[in-house]
């Protein structure tokens, strides 16, 4: 009998809740359960919208949520195929170097190759310097500029 993986990913799911918030929280986005299954109830993932579980399952014990993301397909006027932005990834500060970043990126582009999109991107924070080195080892060229103009509420 074969061994089970150790990193599986599956759709995340409202009871995912308070792990995510966690997660999210260890990735600088304070926020709550109750605001994520919120924004569950908002935001059906499907179409355009999509959440990723990342589980460990370690030989001795109960398999654990240790990574998210987020994945949002943008349509855009003038091209046939969309394109996919990778919106949120995280992996918990004691799961890191298993594998979970790399299978949960795998697992947004199957799905946006699924939607069609000419390709995966992400922005990622010029202060983050070590998930730039990641991106790159996994196949991310580094191609835009982005500029962000703050709005009021
Ligand atoms: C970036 C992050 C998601 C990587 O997750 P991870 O689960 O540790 O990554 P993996 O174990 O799947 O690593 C995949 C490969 O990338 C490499 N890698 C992981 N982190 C790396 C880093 N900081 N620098 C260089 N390479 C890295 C791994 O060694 C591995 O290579 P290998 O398969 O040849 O051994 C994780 O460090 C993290 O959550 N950081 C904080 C949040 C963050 O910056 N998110 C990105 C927001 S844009």
Do not use: K
């Not at 759709?11 to 990735?27: I, N």
């Not at 709550?32 to 370690?58: C, D, M, W």
């Not at 069609?116 to 996994?138: A, G, I, N």
């Amino acid at each position: 009998m074969s061994r089970p993986e150790p990193v599986t990913v599956r759709p995340a799911q409202p009871e995912d809740a308070d792990s995510l918030a966690g997660l999210f929280g260890r990735l600088g986005y304070a926020t709550t359960g109750p605001v994520v299954a919120a924004q569950f109830a908002l935001y059906h993932p499907g179409a355009s919208f999509h959440a990723l579980a990342a589980e460990h399952h370690p030989a001795d014990g109960a398999p654990r949520l240790v990574g998210a993301a987020t994945v949002s397909i943008q349509q855009r006027l003038y091209a046939a195929r969309p394109v996919a932005q990778l919106t949120a990834l995280v992996t918990d500060a004691e799961a890191r170097q298993l594998g979970v970043g790399r299978a949960l990126v795998r697992a947004a582009a199957e799905l946006a190759r699924n939607a069609r999109c000419e390709r995966l991107f992400v922005r990622s924070d010029r202060r983050r310097t070590e998930s730039h080195d990641f991106y790159r080892m996994l196949g991310f060229d580094e191609v835009n500029l982005t500029f962000d103009l703050p709005l009021d509420p």
